[in-house]
């Protein structure tokens, strides 16, 4: 649950990061939760049948979802029948777009039956948030579990959730999954090249800078024509969703993002060597300084093996956006250390003692 925390803490931060619009939190809109129950943790027997690409296993890549991806194309086409604010996002607008030419292959009846599917996200999970809100973490990871098994007979899904994706999957699959697919596996063939080439040296720089390990079996990472507005996002069960059609998760961003998300599982950790650092020198760490040393650290570690590759955070303004002190002080206290100055902690301590604040007198 701490960790769930956490990384709700660093996800706020995330979006008022990365967002020019202020994330309204929907904690008034959980009037459907009761239609929802959460999965479990029981698997669909065939799920995964295929074994999956391992190579160099710094991160396990999985393209061939289809509930995972019928799930998030409905949940952002819910949202924009909802017109929330961030549909007009850069990852997610042209999703009415890509619905309205795959209505050119279906019937009158099956774009009604669509349409129907549709509105139910609407009326449901689409008016929660993916990274926030249960059940979604659950549901989504227990659609990634069923992979792209005939049926969801037998999963943990709630019924109602399952009656719905049932019914606009043969749907799905005729208009728009064959496109989503191949998307999904040209993005991995671009960015797995770029593991298989510069993920070793990167994945040293950051286990060195932060002294914690990577999972030996590799991270997984769900690749789906859609996730949310911000194109990637992280949230528990070490479930990374990533957009293969984003403009702005292509090429060596993408490279960079899978690292920065995969980053993400040691929020706790983080968190814990900040607290001692700061009760050393007697501050409170200031909110967004365990994001801000993922962006910086992520970035640093592309860039210094792609020669030219400007950081995500510069490239799209996320220091302009809040972040701006914390980079002063990265570049003038975290950077030396990565270049082999020093040690971590009194490293994190220096930054806290520069960017933090006095603790409330009790
Ligand atoms: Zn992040």
Redesign the pocket.
């Known amino acids: 649950m701490k960790q769930r925390i956490l990384r709700l803490v660093?996800?706020v931060?995330?979006v008022m990061?990365f967002s020019i619009y202020a994330h309204s939190r929907p904690g008034g809109h959980l009037a459907d939760s009761s239609a929802l129950q959460p999965a479990s943790a029981d698997p669909v027997s065939t799920a995964h049948a295929k074994t999956p690409d391992t190579r160099g296993s710094i991160f396990v890549f999985h393209n061939n979802e289809f509930w995972l991806n019928l799930h998030h194309f409905l949940y952002v086409l819910g949202r924009a029948e909802n017109k929330e604010r961030d549909t007009s996002r850069e990852a997610v607008a042209g999703a009415p777009g890509d619905q309205q030419r795959g209505f050119e292959k279906l019937s009158a009846k099956e774009q009604a039956i669509w349409r129907e599917a549709v509105a139910s996200y609407a009326a449901g999970p689409s008016k929660k948030d993916l990274v926030f809100d249960d059940p979604l973490p659950a549901l989504t990871n227990a659609l990634a579990r069923a992979g792209d098994s005939k049926s969801l007979t037998g999963s943990k899904v709630d019924p109602a959730i399952v009656a719905t994706l049932q019914q606009a999957a043969p749907i799905y699959r005729k208009a728009w999954w064959k496109r989503h697919r191949s998307a999904n596996r040209s993005w991995q063939k671009v960015i797995q090249a770029l593991v298989d080439r510069h993920g070793a040296a990167v994945l040293a720089f950051i286990t060195n800078a932060y002294k914690l390990q990577w999972p030996a079996a590799g991270f997984p990472v769900h690749v789906s024509a859609y996730s949310n507005w911000a194109g990637a996002?992280?949230t528990s069960g070490d479930l990374l969703v990533i957009s293969s059609q984003s403009p702005g998760l292509q090429g060596t961003y993408g490279l960079e993002t899978v690292f920065?998300?995969g980053?993400?599982q040691w929020d706790g950790q983080v968190f814990e060597a900040l607290r001692e650092q700061a009760v050393k020198v007697n501050k409170v760490f200031p909110r967004g300084l365990d994001?801000a040393l993922?962006?910086f650290t992520a970035g640093e570690a592309v860039r210094r093996v792609v020669p030219g590759h400007v950081p995500y955070a510069e490239k799209f303004g996320v220091w302009q956006r809040g972040l701006g002190p914390m980079k002063v002080a990265l570049e003038e206290i975290w950077k030396p250390y990565l270049d082999g100055q020093g040690t971590r902690d009194v490293a994190l301590a220096e930054l806290i003692k520069r960017t933090g604040i006095d603790p409330t007198p009790k």
């Open positions: 660093n996800v931060f995330f990061a996002y992280s920065h998300e980053m993400h994001h993922i962006f």
